[in-house]
């Protein structure tokens, strides 16, 4: 496959520029920024005066470890602008995640913020193989949630051609895809199922589609789920990584090699930590992703712990990009459920469901306590490919899933085939977990 | 000379048969014959339908999983032993019943009944060769107009 833009378009060469020169830039910006925090913001002040640490110190990139992590709770304490390092006047932008409780978290931007988020999104869909002429449905929300605008940006600075529908309202997604030959998507790879299963309803067939390239993000999603998409739609399928409170999406993406997402480091300093003692991990080793922004001026982020698990990937990549890359995100420290003492990722339930001839990509797992008893059913919606007219075929389908479930899981699985459409759809982001235990 | 069967996927709680024959009927589409086999948890509703294409398009389009699948439809003489005798052609065969079901009209002294085999073709080869007559579709839809 010939990715032309790629090697050619000025806009990604800090992708390809030398170690050494990565570092001493990472280096002059991270002092900058804590620098920049240690002087404006409050909250980063007292953390490092507790800890003695001060901007002066940092001397080398590992001088980092020795300042205080940032979590999630730090931003709902200062909601809503309490940890911007700029003045109002110069935040051109604000936008929100979703709190699953209470407030939500706030970021701002700078205008020069926006331009580099707008840059690293660029880049993003460079190294997806898109370029100008091509046609980008961008099927993220629109509004305070940074993946819509986070995406329209970088696709209208690469040149391309955007159609701005925000999620939602499958139809007209679909007959858009069709009738606008649109050749690259954006959406969550859950999203994009409901639109292949919908597709598959409506008589159009995706294979056939101008349709070749999917940016998917948002959520965590497993490699087998990927090859499930490319098998079902024919196009390939990018994993894109981002976080509101980092900048949104463009913080790291797949490049054609599809062999760990490269974190655009000019930008973003990455560490992967023992979530449990905060200190390094082996190279190599699987841990909680740090992230440190380098250039961000209205709302800088240090050492952030993002709770996604994973690993940097060793080695330079095959398509000549310096800039380092970490394995896929596939679950979050802190979507690990115990069920019975036993650790269960809803990765871990993906992968033994794809495991499974047939392929269901549509499942919810429903956690309820019974005589003081955790009990896991997993419901898996029946798909065109595994219906049957025959009851012992579908009994036959239960049962290989059920002990799929069992041996990855190493625990007794309920399995519940329930009909096409019945689990709740998300428009965006999927709801695999519904905890009815009363603790 | 085969029959084509609509089988629809369902969940086994109440209310799940309404809604797919009221589409049917909204389009005008005659439900044949039908039969439902349920386990515990979800049912199959396999269908005979006046027009299969359609019929199956149109539950397609709304979000049922429809699988559509040959079954046969075999004349049976209506008297003792008359369905025992058109079973005994498969003995020392490798031919299976899925699962058989029957129809809602019969003529005279047979009745007509629908098979789901493992090997369709070579179970007709065999019906017709024992002299026992497999009723095409156009016949079969035939019989219902009347």
Known sequence: MIENPVKTHPASAPDYMPGAQLRELQLGRLQATVSRVYDRVELYRQRMNERKARPEDLRILEDLAGFPFTVKADLRDTYPFGLFASPLEEVVRLHASSGTTGKPIVVGYTKQDVGIWTDVMLRTLLACGLGRGDIIQNAYGYGLFTGGLGAHYGAEALGATVIPISGGNTDRQIMVMKDFKVTAICCTPSYFLHLLDRAAQMGVNVPELPLRVGVFGAEPWTDSLRRHIEAASGIKAYDIYGLTEITGPGVGIECHCQAGLHIFEDHFYPEIINPDTGGPVAEGEEGELVLTTLSKQAMPMIRYRTRDISAFVPGPCACGRTLRRIRRISRRSDDMLIIRGVNVYPSQVESALLAVEGMLPHYQIILTREAGLDQMEVQVEVTPPVASDRVAALENLHDKLAHSLSQTLGLRVKVRLVAPQTLKRSEGKAQRVIDRRSL | ?146
Request: glycine share 8%; net charge negative; hydrophobic share 45%.
């Open chain 2, 1 to 146: 000379m085969k029959i084509h069967q609509l089988s629809l996927f369902l969940e086994n709680k109440p209310g799940q048969l309404t809604e797919p024959c009221r589409l049917l009927a909204q389009a005008g589409i005659n439900i044949r014959t039908l039969t439902l086999a349920d386990t515990e948890e979800f049912g199959i509703l396999r269908l005979i339908v006046s027009d299969w294409e359609k019929g199956a398009r149109l539950l397609q389009e709304a979000g049922y999983v429809v699988n559509v699948t040959e079954v046969v439809a075999v004349e049976v003489p209506d008297r003792p032993g008359g369905l025992a005798e058109l079973l005994g052609v498969f003995e020392k065969t490798d031919i299976n019943i899925e699962y058989m079901y029957a129809f809602t009209f019969g003529r005279g002294d047979t009745a007509v009944m629908m098979f789901r085999f493992n090997k369709s073709d070579a179970a007709i080869e065999l019906l017709q060769s024992a002299g026992i007559n497999v009723v095409g579709s156009a016949e079969l839809y035939s019989h219902i107009e009347k």
